[in-house]
């Protein structure tokens, strides 16, 4: 399956993309992930895009493109795409690399949102999140690593981004709900209640195969 997994920032779209992949075995791909290792290297695409993301802006098409191109290349047989497309734009060019068979919309209230981001701590090795307030501790549970704070993980870039997302990215729900590949999941609730929709939604899918 090639699947696309789609809803604003702080949805929890990494955590359940870890268990639809481990569940699926299917290779997970994270656009935010893939920008992050750019960044850190200091590759070209990524010095262009940590501008933008700074100011809480998304990071260029073109950049994107040549991320995504070189990465899905690599899984022919499926993967779970994770962050892309986030603009109409971006689901056309998409269509010229490959072809999703579904994509999951995770819906989930801003209020829930903006608590999430400004409350989350990563770990810097295996990229798990925590959420300071709820969970509150200073290291990863799996590796020991000492847990951080996102530069933009603040309020004011959270609003920014959401602006963002419900002027560019909402369109595509009616892009891909036209194709007839939108599967919406209610992501108000706890991670093992959001995964439950979301096993049911794909085992209903499988049903309809």
Do not use: W
Not at 100 to 120: A, C, G, M, S
Not at 152 to 178: C, G, H, S
């Amino acid at each position: 399956m090639k699947i696309g997994l789609f809803g604003p920032p702080g949805a929890g779209k990494g955590t359940q993309a870890d268990k639809i992949s481990k569940l699926y075995g299917l290779p997970h791909i994270s656009t935010g992930a893939l920008l992050r290792k750019n960044i850190e290297e200091k590759t070209q695409v990524g010095l262009v895009a940590l501008k933008y993301i700074e100011r809480g802006m998304l990071a260029p098409d073109e950049v994107m493109t040549q991320v995504l191109k070189a990465e899905l290349g690599k899984y022919a047989d499926g993967f779970l795409l994770d962050g892309y497309p986030r603009t109409l734009a971006q689901a056309e060019l998409l269509e010229d690399i490959t072809d999703l068979d579904f994509v999951l919309n995770i819906d989930v209230d801003p209020e829930l949102i903006t608590d999430r981001i400004v409350n989350r701590l990563v770990c810097p090795v295996c990229g798990k999140n925590y959420n300071k307030r709820l969970y509150p501790r200073d290291v990863c549970e799996d590796d020991g690593a000492k847990l951080t704070t996102r530069k933009d993980d603040t309020e004011e870039i959270v609003k920014q981004r959401l602006n963002v997302y419900f002027k560019e990215t909402m369109p595509i729900i009616a892009y891909y709900k036209q194709k007839g590949k939108m599967i919406d999941i209610d992501g108000n609730g706890s991670i093992d209640e959001v995964f439950g929709r979301i096993e049911k939604a794909l085992y209903d899918h499988d049903k309809k195969r």
